[in-house]
Every structure is written in structure tokens, then in C-alpha cells.
């Protein structure tokens, strides 16, 4: 059955799915009504003819811009640099932060041969250089892991003397979080990124 190993072959490409699970995902598809397959297939073709990535921050769009870049009511002098699109809703859930975002799709990874070209570095420094306002603010909002560590320290010497302030997120103890439960990174970050009270 070539095409039932063909379907589990591409479901098991999707990120967190395993041989298991695509097999039922695939005995689902096979189960479902006719016309279930096909809305599905339209809507995963229709996703990938309508939404396309926003010239300014590069989240995406299925508008010219984005709705956050076309909203003139949040603060465009403040840029937070993130990973990947799925990173501004999360920062967004918050209802923290009231500024503008760019994401770089990737991270610099010299382990998997990727350099500051594979990511919009590029690009994040041209829209500094060519804006209409000046950019006060920019917040490197990375994953703390080592790529994470190592673009945002490349971004923070790239960006030296070309904004006012270029900031890292903070992290460390979770709410509600016990200090004995806390791993000994975990607990250092937190202590370097103390803040005022």
C-alpha cells in the first residue's frame, strides 16, 4: 500500500509527530468522509496561497502587512526580536508588551553550519537604518538555549551604537516555582537578571 506509507511518511515530518501517531492520523484520513479529506487538503492549500510573510518583520500575513506592523496605536520604536512567527503570539498572550516584533526565522547554529546569512539579520538592520522613527528599544527575545545565547549576543554586538538600548529578556523562577526544585542555570540567570524592587 504505497499510498498509506506515503501519507505516514509525510505526517511523520511534522514536528512532535511519531511513527505511531502518523499511522493513526493516517487510518483517520482513510475513515473520514470524502468530502472532511478534501476541506482539509483546500484549507492546507489555501494556507500556503494566501498567507505569506510580512515585508517589515517577516511573521506572517495574509495582508500586505501584518496586522501588528499596520497598527499605528503600538510603539514602532520598540523591536522585539524573535525566533519564529509562533514566538509573537506567545509574547502577545501576555498583553506585556505594546511595541512592534521581527523575526529571524532560525537562529545562528555554527553546530548545523548556520550562519547570521541563514536568519533576517540582515534584514532587521536595514529596517533600523531606513526607518522613519528612530528605534529607542531593541529586546532580543531568543530561547535560552545555546543558539539562543548565541544570537542574541551577536545581535547585542551588532546593534551596539546603532539603537539606544538593546535588552535580552529575562528568565529564570517561575511563578509559583520552589528555589530547591530550580536547576543551578536556571538559578544563576535569575540571579544576573535581578531587577529593582
Known sequence: MKGLERI?????????VGPRQAERFAAYFLRAPQG??????????????DIKLCPVCFS?????????????DRD???ICVVE???DIEAIEKTKAYNGVY????GTISPMEGKGAEHVKIRELLSRIQSSDQPI????????????????ALY??????????????IGYGVPLGGDLDYMDEMTLGYSLKGRTKI
Open 8 to 16: 505516514i511518511r509525510a505526517l511523520r515530518r511534522l514536528p512532535g
Open 60 to 72: 506572517y500575513s495574509d495582508k500586505s502587512l501584518c496586522s501588528i506592523c499596520a497598527d499605528t
Open 84 to 86: 519564529d512567527p509562533q
Open 76 to 78: 514602532h520604536s520598540q
Open 102 to 105: 521581527h523575526v529571524l526565522h
Open 136 to 151: 529607542q528599544e531593541v529586546i532580543i527575545a531568543t530561547d535560552p538555549d545555546s543558539e539562543g545565547e548565541t544570537t
Open 155 to 168: 545581535l547585542a554586538d551588532l546593534l551596539r551604537g546603532q539603537v539606544d538600548h538593546v535588552t535580552r
Open 36 to 49: 472532511e479529506v478534501e476541506e482539509f487538503v483546500n484549507a492546507l492549500l489555501d494556507m500556503k496561497h
